[in-house]
């Protein structure tokens, strides 16, 4: 069983950064985990954000968010972050991390485990 538990949402201004991090417990999160950032802002459905295969050797990210956003993670520390810079009023959301158990990240599909999620406010 994995938990995950996403920290460093807040309020920024527009064109401000925020590092979002997700931190996994359990003793079987490895590198076997392919991670995965969503969000979910008020009214729409989650939508993908980015995402980062089991041993990091590959990312992905929504149009909306290249070049602007990061994902990385550490396998030993067992968490997953996303540094979101250049950051605009759309990108008020929650933001929530998931892990699919898999090398690879697949999407769309389904998730295996779910953060509970942390709300990120962007005032223009």
């Known amino acids: 069983q994995v938990q995950l538990i996403e920290s460093g949402g807040g309020l920024v201004q527009a064109g401000g950064s925020l590092r979002l991090s997700c931190a996994a417990s359990?003793?079987?999160?490895?590198?076997?985990?392919?991670m995965g950032w969503f969000r979910q802002a008020p009214g729409k459905e989650r939508e993908f954000v980015a995402s980062?295969?089991?041993?990091?050797?590959?990312?992905r990210y929504a149009d909306s968010v290249k070049g602007r956003f990061t994902i990385s993670r550490d396998n030993a520390e067992k968490t997953v972050d996303l540094q979101m810079n250049s950051l605009k009023p759309e990108d008020t959301a929650v933001y929530y991390c998931?892990?699919?158990?898999?090398?690879?990240?697949?999407?769309?599909?389904?998730?295996?485990?779910w953060g509970k999620g942390t709300l990120v406010t962007v005032s223009s």
């Open positions: 980062i295969d089991g041993s990091g050797g590959r990312t």
């Open positions: 359990g003793r079987t999160f490895s590198s076997r985990y392919a």
């Open positions: 998931a892990a699919q158990v898999a090398w690879f990240f697949s999407w769309p599909a389904e998730m295996d485990y």
